[in-house]
């Protein structure tokens, strides 16, 4: 009987091997110079099955990092009413996801990411390539600013989580959603879209 050669037909150790080679491709390459087709090659599977399994590039990144939330699906709440409150906003649905059940992946994730270098790499790719970029791209924003603008926002949604969440000070660790978001969001909104200059 002749020996099948070739890409590896889907078992169940499919999933996990491309699972490990995103993985590395996105730890190593980034988000956006990662391709399909180079994690399929390193999985030793068909293209194909990558998208049977897992959609989506960012599908297939967000379950590297075992994300159970879409952000594409809460950006229209942060952009719902145009640039005016958009920081209040996101502050408001980033607590509204840390605070669900799904939040304690994204906790376990920050503090490993604190001691681990490549799971460092996999937030930073997360919050520039999955939630930042998305905000800033629909906002009238010069692109010259975007990295800088995009960096300040994560200095506040980051610290108020490592504040809120593993930390736990006290009275922002029990503090009601809306007053952190009431007190935050002009900072954010300002990093947003106001002056850096001033």
């Given amino acids: ?32 110079a990662a ?9 030793g599977v068909d ?11 960012e599908e297939l990144f967000r379950s590297t990092m075992n994300v159970p939330i879409d952000p594409a699906e809460l950006l229209p709440r942060v952009l719902a009413g145009g640039p005016d409150g958009v920081g209040q906003r996101l502050v408001r649905t ?11 992946a994204a906790v376990a994730l920050l503090r490993s990411a604190v001691n681990n270098e490549w799971t460092a790499r ?9 939630v930042l970029r998305r905000v800033l791209d629909h906002l009238d924003i010069d692109p010259a600013e975007l990295p800088l603008r995009g960096s300040l926002v994560a200095t506040q949604m980051l610290g108020l989580a490592m504040t809120r969440y593993v930390v736990r000070l006290e009275p922002v660790a029990s503090a009601d959603p809306e007053t952190l978001a009431a ?3 002009p900072t954010v909104q300002r990093y947003l879209t106001g002056d850096l200059s001033a």
């Fill in 1 to 32: 009987m002749a020996r099948r050669t070739g890409r590896r037909p889907g078992n169940p150790d499919t999933r996990e091997a491309i699972l490990a080679a995103a993985r590395t491709a996105f730890a190593e390459r980034g988000f956006d």
């Fill in 35 to 43: 391709s399909i087709r180079a994690i399929a090659t390193a999985a």
């Fill in 47 to 57: 293209p194909a099955l990558v998208h049977h399994y897992f959609g989506t590039k």
């Fill in 94 to 104: 980033f607590l509204g996801v840390w605070d669900s059940p799904a939040g304690g």
């Fill in 122 to 130: 996999m937030m930073r790719e997360f919050l520039v390539t999955q």
């Fill in 183 to 185: 007190a935050i969001g």
